[in-house]
């Protein structure tokens, strides 16, 4: 393997605008007052395309510190018989998962492994703590492979009621462990449970959306995007859950306007939730910056009702400086949102007009994407990227022998921390 050089770059706090370097693992500006993400400035201004496979081909605006092994890809192109039942000129999908005709490999089936991907390129090679990662399934499963496949330690804690989305193609690497909150909790109860195991210091956060890594990653989308299509979209669909990606996307459409070589203009983020769990959905139509409150009991019931589980955040970087609330306002942009039965015809949809299955998050985007349709709230001519988050996986689970993870334990969501450390501590040895 040719030798590799670390990515060169700086980091911004959106909230005051200051550079500086970082230290690491930086997640935060280290004196900023307000709640802020933070944004990498990369010294390479024109994006470039790298020979190395996979994902690590923009790797110029990835902050990696070191190549690990990585043939994942995820794929975009103009859609034909979609577009055609939409009535749609421009229609392109970026395909994450696996649909290997058109080039998406993605063995987990989902675009969590933009993230894992990167977020593991940043951590340091001599690194001896444990990584821990809350997630609400697709991003645990990810990140199972990427730190199985490369040896890095990792700690996973989900919700009991989704451990269905925890399986692998091959046996987990040991340097790999789960948890789960017991049943009738959800992500947020999860992010609660891996905050009492982070009051050790044998662990340290991955960091979700304020990790730069986490957020590039899936930046890549938009520029496998805006490289096929020759132009910023104008016109951007996905789910969210977190609204993370949808971040990541504004960041990315920065840098390609930087770049020069894609347009001038900010593309329009359309986003949308799942019903009846809507906490940004309902704050966005109030023109409120503050997430308005959610009964916690009202949310975890919420959460258990919808289809497309992985969307269900009670603790997403709306509000924050340079959080979806900013992304949507300066692209003029908007949240929506789409039932379950409307998810189940647009996955069923896809399924005939393009040949694979789809999550149903990435069928939420979809919805919400007829819905303006047939509105007539989009122009037939309009260049659209529909971000396709997963799928493919009826199809590769098909193909091969699948190992279910299993947890190591499962905590009450009342888990005293001592109890909680001490027994995630013995896990490691």
């Known amino acids: 393997m040719k ?35 933070i944004r990498t400035q990369y010294a390479k201004q024109r994006l470039t395309l ?10 110029d605006w990835l902050p990696m510190r070191r190549l690990l092994h990585c043939e994942a890809s995820h794929a975009t192109y103009k ?28 063995t987990t089936c989902t675009f969590k492994e933009c993230e894992a991907y990167s977020v593991c390129a940043r951590i340091s090679s001599d690194e001896e703590r444990i990584m821990v990662v809350a997630s609400a399934g697709n991003t645990a499963r990810a990140f199972a492979k990427v730190c199985s496949d490369n040896n890095i330690k990792l700690l996973l804690v989900v919700p009991e009621d989704n451990l269905d989305a925890l399986w692998a193609d091959a046996p987990l690497n040991d340097c790999v462990k789960l948890i789960a909150c017991e049943r009738g909790g959800d992500y947020y109860d999860a992010i609660a449970l891996s905050e009492k195991v982070l009051q050790s210091p044998k662990f340290f956060s991955e960091g979700g959306a304020k990790n730069v890594a986490r957020r590039d990653g899936m930046a890549t989308t938009v520029l496998s995007a805006a490289v096929e299509m020759g132009c910023i979209p104008d016109y951007y669909f996905q ?16 840098r390609l306007i930087e770049d020069g070589r894609f347009g001038t203009h900010l593309m329009r983020l359309m986003v949308a939730q799942n019903a009846p769990f809507l906490p940004m959905y309902m704050a966005w139509r109030n023109n409120s910056r503050e997430l308005l409150p959610y009964d916690a009991e009202q949310a975890r019931c919420d959460a258990a009702a919808i289809i497309a589980k992985v969307l269900s955040n009670r603790r997403p970087p709306y509000s924050i400086a340079g959080g979806l609330y900013d992304a949507l306002k300066a692209t003029n942009g908007d949240i929506l949102q789409v039932t379950n039965g409307e998810t189940e015809l647009a996955m069923q949809l896809f399924l005939e007009s393009e040949g694979v299955d789809i999550h149903p998050a990435a069928a939420v985007a979809l919805a919400a994407l007829i819905k303006e349709v047939q509105a007539g709230r989009i122009e037939p001519s309009a260049k659209i990227m529909l971000n396709i988050t997963g799928g493919g996986e009826a199809r590769y689970r098909g193909n091969c022998e699948i190992f279910h993870i299993r947890p190591s334990y499962i905590f009450p969501l009342t888990a005293k921390e001592e109890d909680v450390v001490a027994k995630v501590e013995e896990l490691f040895g």
């Open 239 to 254: 789910a969210i859950g977190s609204g993370t990606g949808a971040i990541a996307a504004w960041e990315a459409n920065l």
């Open 3 to 37: 030798k590799f050089y670390p990515t060169a770059y700086h980091l911004l706090c959106v909230a005051t605008g200051e550079r500086f370097e970082d230290g690491g693992w930086s997640l935060d500006h280290p004196t900023c007052s307000e709640p802020s993400l």
């Open 79 to 106: 859609s034909k018989h979609l577009a055609e039942a939409l009535g749609l000129e421009n229609l392109y999908i970026t395909f994450s998962g696996y649909f290997p005709e058109r080039g998406a490999t993605m």
């Open 50 to 59: 790298h020979s190395e496979s996979g994902l690590y081909k923009y790797r």
